[in-house]
Protein backbone atom coordinates (compact mmCIF):
# COMPACT_ATOMS: atom_id res chain seq x y z
CA UNK A 1 0.00 0.00 0.00
CA UNK A 2 1.23 3.06 -0.90
CA UNK A 3 2.27 5.74 2.47
CA UNK A 4 0.60 8.82 2.65
CA UNK A 5 0.82 12.40 1.95
CA UNK A 6 2.44 14.83 4.47
CA UNK A 7 2.72 18.54 4.21
CA UNK A 8 5.69 19.93 6.08
CA UNK A 9 5.62 23.61 7.14
CA UNK A 10 8.57 25.31 8.36
CA UNK A 11 10.42 28.97 7.62
CA UNK A 12 13.62 27.28 8.70
CA UNK A 13 14.64 25.28 5.13
CA UNK A 14 17.06 23.07 7.51
CA UNK A 15 14.06 22.00 9.85
CA UNK A 16 12.57 21.06 6.39
CA UNK A 17 15.34 19.52 5.16
CA UNK A 18 15.73 17.29 8.34
CA UNK A 19 12.03 16.39 8.30
CA UNK A 20 11.80 15.56 5.04
CA UNK A 21 15.57 13.68 3.93
CA UNK A 22 15.96 12.29 7.24
CA UNK A 23 12.89 11.21 8.45
CA UNK A 24 9.59 10.77 6.25
CA UNK A 25 11.18 10.10 2.86
CA UNK A 26 13.13 7.26 4.31
CA UNK A 27 10.21 5.78 6.11
CA UNK A 28 8.36 5.99 2.44
CA UNK A 29 6.10 8.90 3.03
CA UNK A 30 5.35 11.54 0.17
CA UNK A 31 6.03 14.83 1.18
CA UNK A 32 5.09 18.56 0.42
CA UNK A 33 7.15 21.38 1.71
CA UNK A 34 5.96 25.03 2.19
CA UNK A 35 7.95 27.69 3.69
CA UNK A 36 5.29 30.35 4.85
CA UNK A 37 1.30 29.90 5.89
CA UNK A 38 -0.24 31.39 3.02
CA UNK A 39 1.61 28.96 0.96
CA UNK A 40 0.87 26.05 3.19
CA UNK A 41 -2.93 26.85 2.82
CA UNK A 42 -2.77 26.76 -1.07
CA UNK A 43 -1.07 23.43 -0.90
CA UNK A 44 -2.85 22.26 1.48
CA UNK A 45 -6.26 22.84 0.06
CA UNK A 46 -4.80 21.53 -3.06
CA UNK A 47 -2.99 18.63 -2.58
CA UNK A 48 -5.26 17.51 0.21
CA UNK A 49 -2.32 15.81 2.59
CA UNK A 50 -3.06 12.85 5.17
CA UNK A 51 -1.45 15.46 7.92
CA UNK A 52 0.48 18.33 8.26
CA UNK A 53 3.50 19.04 10.12
CA UNK A 54 2.50 22.97 10.84
CA UNK A 55 5.36 24.87 12.78
CA UNK A 56 3.27 27.66 14.57
CA UNK A 57 5.71 30.91 13.61
CA UNK A 58 5.68 31.92 10.47
CA UNK A 59 5.51 34.43 7.70
CA UNK A 60 2.15 35.80 6.73
CA UNK A 61 -0.11 33.22 8.34
CA UNK A 62 1.47 31.80 11.72
CA UNK A 63 0.07 28.05 12.54
CA UNK A 64 -3.51 28.68 14.31
CA UNK A 65 -4.17 30.83 11.31
CA UNK A 66 -3.61 28.28 8.94
CA UNK A 67 -5.57 25.53 10.78
CA UNK A 68 -8.54 28.58 11.23
CA UNK A 69 -8.65 29.01 7.36
CA UNK A 70 -8.79 24.82 6.76
CA UNK A 71 -11.61 24.49 9.26
CA UNK A 72 -13.54 27.65 7.36
CA UNK A 73 -12.92 25.94 4.38
CA UNK A 74 -14.22 23.14 5.46
CA UNK A 75 -10.98 20.49 5.42
CA UNK A 76 -10.57 18.67 8.69
CA UNK A 77 -6.57 17.35 7.74
CA UNK A 78 -4.56 15.98 10.85
CA UNK A 79 -2.26 18.24 12.29
CA UNK A 80 0.99 18.37 14.44
CA UNK A 81 1.96 21.71 15.66
CA UNK A 82 5.51 22.39 16.12
CA UNK A 83 6.80 25.77 17.61
CA UNK A 84 10.12 26.90 18.95
CA UNK A 85 8.07 29.25 21.45
CA UNK A 86 5.04 27.59 22.75
CA UNK A 87 2.55 28.65 25.17
CA UNK A 88 -0.25 27.18 27.34
CA UNK A 89 -2.42 29.45 25.11
CA UNK A 90 -1.02 28.36 21.70
CA UNK A 91 -1.90 24.82 23.11
CA UNK A 92 -5.60 25.19 24.09
CA UNK A 93 -6.40 26.84 20.69
CA UNK A 94 -4.81 24.30 18.56
CA UNK A 95 -6.03 21.38 20.03
CA UNK A 96 -9.66 22.96 20.00
CA UNK A 97 -9.17 23.26 16.25
CA UNK A 98 -8.57 19.36 16.01
CA UNK A 99 -4.38 19.06 15.95
CA UNK A 100 -2.64 15.40 17.00
CA UNK A 101 -0.27 16.40 19.09
CA UNK A 102 1.93 19.46 20.06
CA UNK A 103 5.84 19.84 20.34
CA UNK A 104 8.04 22.72 21.59
CA UNK A 105 11.43 22.97 19.42
CA UNK A 106 14.01 21.06 19.73
CA UNK A 107 11.75 18.29 19.41
CA UNK A 108 12.66 13.97 20.09
CA UNK A 109 13.08 12.30 17.08
CA UNK A 110 11.70 9.27 18.29
CA UNK A 111 8.58 11.07 19.90
CA UNK A 112 7.66 12.77 16.78
CA UNK A 113 7.87 10.00 14.51
CA UNK A 114 5.57 7.98 17.14
CA UNK A 115 2.80 11.11 17.37
CA UNK A 116 3.14 10.87 12.94
CA UNK A 117 2.88 7.14 12.87
CA UNK A 118 0.01 7.69 15.69
CA UNK A 119 -1.92 10.04 13.73
CA UNK A 120 -1.99 8.17 10.35
CA UNK A 121 -3.14 5.13 11.82
CA UNK A 122 -5.90 6.47 13.34
CA UNK A 123 -6.60 7.93 9.97
CA UNK A 124 -6.13 4.31 8.27
CA UNK A 125 -8.57 2.94 10.91
CA UNK A 126 -11.20 5.96 10.35
CA UNK A 127 -11.29 5.35 6.50
CA UNK A 128 -11.76 1.54 6.34
CA UNK A 129 -14.24 2.19 9.36
CA UNK A 130 -15.99 4.65 6.42
CA UNK A 131 -15.57 2.11 3.67
CA UNK A 132 -16.43 -0.81 5.40
CA UNK A 133 -20.06 1.44 6.27
CA UNK A 134 -20.31 2.23 2.88
CA UNK A 135 -19.92 -2.16 1.94
CA UNK A 136 -22.38 -2.57 4.27
CA UNK A 137 -25.08 0.67 3.00
CA UNK A 138 -24.60 -0.87 -0.24
CA UNK A 139 -25.12 -4.99 1.19
CA UNK A 140 -28.28 -3.71 3.00
CA UNK A 141 -29.69 -1.82 -0.39
CA UNK A 142 -29.20 -4.85 -2.64
CA UNK A 143 -30.38 -7.30 0.40
CA UNK A 144 -33.68 -4.69 0.32
CA UNK A 145 -34.13 -4.64 -3.16
CA UNK A 146 -33.91 -8.64 -3.45
CA UNK A 147 -36.40 -8.82 -0.20
CA UNK A 148 -38.47 -6.75 -2.38
CA UNK A 149 -38.24 -8.32 -5.49
CA UNK A 150 -39.21 -11.65 -2.97
CA UNK A 151 -42.19 -10.46 -1.79
CA UNK A 152 -43.61 -9.51 -5.64
CA UNK A 153 -42.15 -12.80 -7.02
CA UNK A 154 -44.24 -14.96 -3.77
CA UNK A 155 -47.25 -12.78 -4.74
CA UNK A 156 -47.00 -13.71 -7.97
CA UNK A 157 -46.39 -17.42 -7.70
CA UNK A 158 -49.63 -17.47 -5.57
CA UNK A 159 -51.68 -15.58 -8.64
CA UNK A 160 -50.34 -17.40 -11.43
CA UNK A 161 -50.86 -20.83 -9.56
CA UNK A 162 -54.45 -19.64 -9.01
CA UNK A 163 -55.45 -19.09 -12.50
CA UNK A 164 -56.82 -21.77 -15.34
CA UNK A 165 -57.53 -19.31 -17.88
CA UNK A 166 -54.77 -19.42 -20.45
CA UNK A 167 -55.27 -15.49 -21.36
CA UNK A 168 -55.56 -14.44 -17.63
CA UNK A 169 -52.34 -16.14 -16.88
CA UNK A 170 -49.73 -14.79 -20.15
CA UNK A 171 -51.43 -11.57 -19.28
CA UNK A 172 -50.63 -12.09 -15.49
CA UNK A 173 -46.66 -13.09 -16.46
CA UNK A 174 -46.47 -10.02 -18.06
CA UNK A 175 -47.71 -7.56 -15.63
CA UNK A 176 -45.38 -9.28 -13.36
CA UNK A 177 -42.33 -8.95 -15.60
CA UNK A 178 -43.11 -5.23 -15.66
CA UNK A 179 -43.82 -5.16 -11.77
CA UNK A 180 -40.40 -6.54 -11.40
CA UNK A 181 -38.06 -5.23 -13.94
CA UNK A 182 -39.38 -1.63 -14.28
CA UNK A 183 -39.99 -2.58 -18.13
CA UNK A 184 -41.66 0.50 -20.51
CA UNK A 185 -43.28 -2.65 -22.13
CA UNK A 186 -43.39 -6.06 -22.38
CA UNK A 187 -44.83 -8.92 -24.93
CA UNK A 188 -44.94 -12.25 -24.78
CA UNK A 189 -44.91 -14.38 -28.11
CA UNK A 190 -45.76 -18.60 -28.18
CA UNK A 191 -44.73 -20.73 -31.21
CA UNK A 192 -47.64 -22.43 -32.36
CA UNK A 193 -47.56 -26.07 -32.43
CA UNK A 194 -48.73 -26.34 -35.73
CA UNK A 195 -47.41 -23.82 -37.79
CA UNK A 196 -44.44 -23.10 -35.36
CA UNK A 197 -45.00 -19.43 -36.06
CA UNK A 198 -44.57 -16.70 -33.47
CA UNK A 199 -48.03 -15.31 -32.12
CA UNK A 200 -48.88 -12.74 -29.47
CA UNK A 201 -49.70 -14.10 -26.69
CA UNK A 202 -50.10 -11.23 -23.87
CA UNK A 203 -48.84 -7.82 -24.02
CA UNK A 204 -48.93 -4.76 -21.64
CA UNK A 205 -47.58 -1.05 -22.22
CA UNK A 206 -46.53 1.00 -25.46
CA UNK A 207 -47.89 0.73 -28.92
CA UNK A 208 -51.13 -0.58 -29.34
CA UNK A 209 -50.95 -4.80 -29.16
CA UNK A 210 -52.14 -4.79 -32.93
CA UNK A 211 -49.37 -3.02 -34.00
CA UNK A 212 -46.99 -6.21 -32.06
CA UNK A 213 -49.23 -8.60 -33.65
CA UNK A 214 -48.01 -7.10 -36.84
CA UNK A 215 -44.21 -7.38 -35.69
CA UNK A 216 -45.11 -10.92 -34.19
CA UNK A 217 -42.11 -12.20 -35.88
CA UNK A 218 -39.68 -10.52 -33.89
CA UNK A 219 -36.19 -10.74 -34.85
CA UNK A 220 -35.21 -10.82 -30.61
CA UNK A 221 -37.58 -13.23 -29.86
CA UNK A 222 -36.67 -15.10 -33.27
CA UNK A 223 -32.85 -15.18 -32.23
CA UNK A 224 -33.77 -16.74 -28.71
CA UNK A 225 -35.98 -19.15 -29.51
CA UNK A 226 -33.53 -20.87 -31.74
CA UNK A 227 -31.03 -20.53 -29.67
CA UNK A 228 -32.72 -20.98 -25.97
CA UNK A 229 -30.21 -18.30 -24.84
CA UNK A 230 -31.25 -14.59 -23.71
CA UNK A 231 -30.46 -11.48 -25.76
CA UNK A 232 -30.04 -7.85 -25.68
CA UNK A 233 -30.39 -5.19 -28.04
CA UNK A 234 -29.36 -1.79 -28.11
CA UNK A 235 -30.94 0.70 -30.01
CA UNK A 236 -31.72 4.59 -30.48
CA UNK A 237 -34.95 6.06 -29.83
CA UNK A 238 -36.12 7.76 -33.16
CA UNK A 239 -35.68 11.23 -31.50
CA UNK A 240 -31.85 11.54 -30.46
CA UNK A 241 -32.83 13.92 -27.55
CA UNK A 242 -34.06 10.71 -26.16
CA UNK A 243 -32.37 7.88 -24.55
CA UNK A 244 -30.77 4.66 -25.57
CA UNK A 245 -33.47 1.62 -25.74
CA UNK A 246 -32.60 -1.48 -24.71
CA UNK A 247 -34.82 -4.61 -25.82
CA UNK A 248 -34.57 -8.02 -23.69
CA UNK A 249 -35.56 -11.51 -24.81
CA UNK A 250 -36.08 -14.99 -23.12
CA UNK A 251 -36.85 -18.02 -23.84
CA UNK A 252 -39.97 -19.43 -22.43
CA UNK A 253 -38.83 -23.13 -21.95
CA UNK A 254 -40.98 -26.31 -20.68
CA UNK A 255 -38.53 -29.15 -19.98
CA UNK A 256 -36.18 -29.54 -22.82
CA UNK A 257 -38.62 -27.70 -25.18
CA UNK A 258 -38.72 -24.18 -25.44
CA UNK A 259 -42.25 -23.08 -26.57
CA UNK A 260 -42.04 -18.87 -26.60
CA UNK A 261 -40.42 -15.89 -25.96
CA UNK A 262 -40.78 -13.11 -23.19
CA UNK A 263 -39.40 -9.73 -24.41
Do not use: W
Request: hydrophobic share 40%; aromatic share 4%; with cysteine.
Amino acid sequence: MAKEKILIVDDDTRNIEFLRDSLLIPSGYTTFCAADGEEALHLALAQEPDLILLDQQMPKMDGIEVLEALKKAGHEIPAILITAHGSENVAVQAFRLGVKDYFPKPFKVREIMDAIEGSLTELRLRKEKEQLAERMESVNRQLGRRLTDFHILYGISKSVTSLLDLDKLLNRIVEATMDVTGAEETSLFLSDEGTHDLQLGAFKGGPQAAGMRESAADVVVTQVMSSGEAAMIQSSRSRKTEPLQVTLAVPLRVGDRTIGGLR
